[in-house]
């Protein structure tokens, strides 16, 4: 059974810092694109960012852009979410979600991710 696992969330405040990682179990994550998500409270899921299998590719969405970096380790198996500048609109559960990466593109509709991991809070005051 494939399942990913989110770590390093938490609290912090406005202008702090946060690392995110995720890893899997039952499946290499190297193959894989993966992406980040996240869902406030009473909002709908909200794609982060991605990257691709060789990590050669990324994509952030605007609101994240210059401030959250997604980098990968395959050696260790490992995806990170670098997040720099926090605000508390960045408060949410973050998710990671992976693909195999057929095409070497970015793709941000959440419907394409197939493996999913449970979720981690970052609450950020002000």
């Known amino acids: 059974q494939v399942q990913l696992v989110e770590s390093g969330g938490g609290s912090a405040q406005a202008g702090g810092s946060l690392r995110l990682s995720c890893v899997a179990s039952?499946?290499?994550?190297?193959?894989?694109?993966v992406a980040w998500f996240r869902q406030g409270a009473g909002k709908g899921r909200e794609f982060v960012g991605a990257i691709t299998s060789s990590g050669d590719m990324s994509n952030y969405a605007d609101s994240v852009k210059g401030r959250f970096t997604i980098s990968r380790d395959n050696g260790k198996d490992t995806v990170y979410l670098q997040m720099n500048s926090l605000k508390p609109d960045d408060t949410a559960v973050y998710y990671c979600?992976?693909?195999?990466?057929?095409?070497?593109?970015?793709?941000?509709?959440?419907?394409?991710?197939?493996?999913w991991g449970p979720g981690t809070q970052v609450t950020i005051s002000p």
């Open positions: 039952g499946r290499t994550l190297s193959g894989d694109s």
């Open positions: 979600a992976s693909r195999y990466d057929y095409t070497g593109a970015i793709v941000t509709s959440p419907l394409l991710y197939r493996y």
